[in-house]
């Protein structure tokens, strides 16, 4: 059945640049957050904030969500709210993150020959110019505040410019309290730090599905093919990670002319974005797992993205038959099974009693685990006869 329609069709909405209009599972933090920068901005106090939380556990999204929001909800009190990103991944120097900051209010200073408070002044002269709430958002910001930053002292104790406030958004992977100074530690009082949790299985899905409604064509995928890509992501809880893998499902999928994803898209993607199983790790494999596991491909390359382990069972016992090798017992089956989870090659889900679940190996595309498989399981044979 092959399809020429594309399946990405907005392929811009899975770029990591693009920032959604919905977060989904986030929305609560976001409208905490939300609440309380209205209500301390309307009353022209700076609020500071420092926001934490794993690889893809989306911060960078949060804070530009909620600055983007903020900008768009007009005035708080007498002034609009006006949002400055810097990244301070390469820019880990207060001078550095300064310049970037003069620049967002239309000034500039040649690099040196200033001080870092003559820098500032000018800032707040640029503010002065445009009456607002400035959000001056650090994201990234380990490097600059492990470096012992002044800039955040200066920026969260900045004297009343008169004309609206500065508040200061650090957001990192770490806790950066420790390296603060007292004084702007206290600026970070337990109402101003927010640390996201990374996304589990479920939130994973509802993200996943927001995104491929925006960037994939209607129809080029079910919940079944999201739940897999979720299921993979979990381990880290990596939203950035997950959205990876779709785009590059989608892509396999394109490749192959295919009109909807499958799960071997899917295990294709993994296998380009993750080292995964070697040969060598295969050789390690003991005659019994090889066996369970060239089964498990080969249901997989019919049924998708797990199998039930009874049906597992039953592909199993004819492919040992094929083989010309004795049937295994039930006991001896589900041990290897246990087997393969432990190395992480294959997945368990246990739906109340041990038989009843489902089996799901996400490793490599079935086809190529297959191959090697069977020439692995040939080979042995034929060393036996
Ligand atoms: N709740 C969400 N809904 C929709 N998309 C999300 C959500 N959370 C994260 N994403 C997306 O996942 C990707 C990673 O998120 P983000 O860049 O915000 O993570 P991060 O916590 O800043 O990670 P890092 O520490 O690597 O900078 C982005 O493409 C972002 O748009
Ligand atoms: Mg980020």
Known sequence: MASTERILVREETLDPSFLPPKLPHRETELGLLSRRYREALSKGIAFHLLVTGGVGSGKTALVKRLSADLERGGRLGEYPVRATYVNCWRRASDRTVMLDLLRSVGTSLPDRGYSLSEMLDVFEQGVRRAPAHHLVVLDEASALVRQGTKLVYLLSRSREVGLGSISLVLVAVEDLLVYLDP???????????????????????????????????????????????????????????????????????????????????????????????????????????????????????????????????????????????????????????????????????????????????????ATVLSGLLEERLGRSRRRKT
């Open 183 to 365: 004084a702007s530690r206290s600026s970070f009082g337990v109402t101003h730090r927010l640390s996201l949790e990374p996304y589990d299985r479920e939130a994973l899905t509802g993200i996943l599905a927001a995104r491929a409604a925006l960037a994939l064509r209607a129809g080029s995928f079910d919940e079944e093919i999201l739940d897999q890509i979720a299921r993979i992501a979990t381990a880290s809880g990596d939203a950035r990670f997950a959205l990876e893998l779709l785009a590059n499902a989608a892509r396999a999928a394109e490749d192959d002319r295919a009109p909807a994803l499958a799960a071997e898209h899917v295990r294709r993607a993994k296998g380009s974005i993750l080292p995964t199983v070697s040969e060598a790790q295969l050789e390690e494999l003991s005659t019994n797992e090889l066996g369970v596991l060239l089964a498990l491909c080969r249901s997989l390359r019919r049924a998708g993205g797990s199998v039930p382990s009874q049906k597992l069972r039953a592909t199993h016992a004819s492919l040992l038959e094929e083989f010309g090798a004795t049937p295994m017992s039930r006991t001896t089956f589900w041990r290897t099974l246990k087997e393969l989870e432990r190395d992480g090659l294959v997945g368990l889900e246990t739906g109340g009693e041990g038989e009843s679940s489902r089996v799901a190996m996400d490793e490599l595309p």
